[in-house]
């Protein structure tokens, strides 16, 4: 069993620079199984980050909903994963290796028109807000909200536009 900080600290440690930021150009993923669709309320889940502890801390969070989270730490990994399997829901980080979460929220959408993306970032600029709505996303969820996630994937929390998270 992993160790998690205690949620309500994230904002904390984030700020503090405890999360590196980490240049990781590889796909990490977990293998995604076409055995995995279909299980009764299981959602497949595509976390992508460029920062492996990040993506450890927000699994962790959506673990709580019944899920397969699978890992990826750049954009064109990002899109090939999502082509190969085509999960539920992508998590997708702004700042990434190569392609950034944007262009690669815009090819998944180019690849799946209906493609659930949900931009989790640091960035609450409006800049970055519109840039993400342009490009597809469903979702804007800042990383110091990232408790929201959980009922944004279990539908208990409305999408509404990603200007308005």
């Not at 085509?86 to 799946?112: C, Q, Y």
């Given at each position: 069993m992993r160790v998690y900080p205690d949620s309500s600290s994230f904002p904390q440690l984030y700020r503090s620079g405890a999360f590196t930021q980490l240049r990781l150009t590889a796909v990490e993923s977990d293998a995604m199984s076409e055995g995995d669709a279909g299980q009764a309320g299981v959602r497949r889940v595509l976390l992508v980050d460029d920062n492996a502890d990040m993506r450890s801390f927000i699994r962790g969070i959506v673990e709580s909903v019944p899920?397969?989270?699978?890992?990826?730490?750049?954009?064109?990994?990002?899109?090939?994963?999502?082509?190969?399997?085509?999960?539920?829901?992508?998590?997708?980080?702004?700042?990434?290796?190569?392609?950034?979460?944007?262009?690669?929220?815009?090819?998944?959408?180019?690849?799946?028109?209906?493609?659930h993306v949900v931009i989790v970032t640091a960035h609450a600029e409006p800049e970055y807000r519109r840039a993400a709505a342009d490009a597809g996303a469903c979702a804007f969820v800042l990383k110091e909200n990232l408790l929201d996630l959980p009922g944004i994937l279990d539908g208990t929390l409305p999408l509404g536009e990603p200007e308005a998270r």
């Open positions: 899920s397969l989270v699978h890992e990826c730490a750049d954009g064109e990994g990002a899109v090939s994963a999502y082509a190969a399997v085509r999960p539920d829901w992508v998590l997708m980080d702004v700042e990434l290796g190569g392609m950034d979460g944007i262009a690669a929220t815009r090819a998944i959408r180019t690849i799946d028109a209906d493609a």
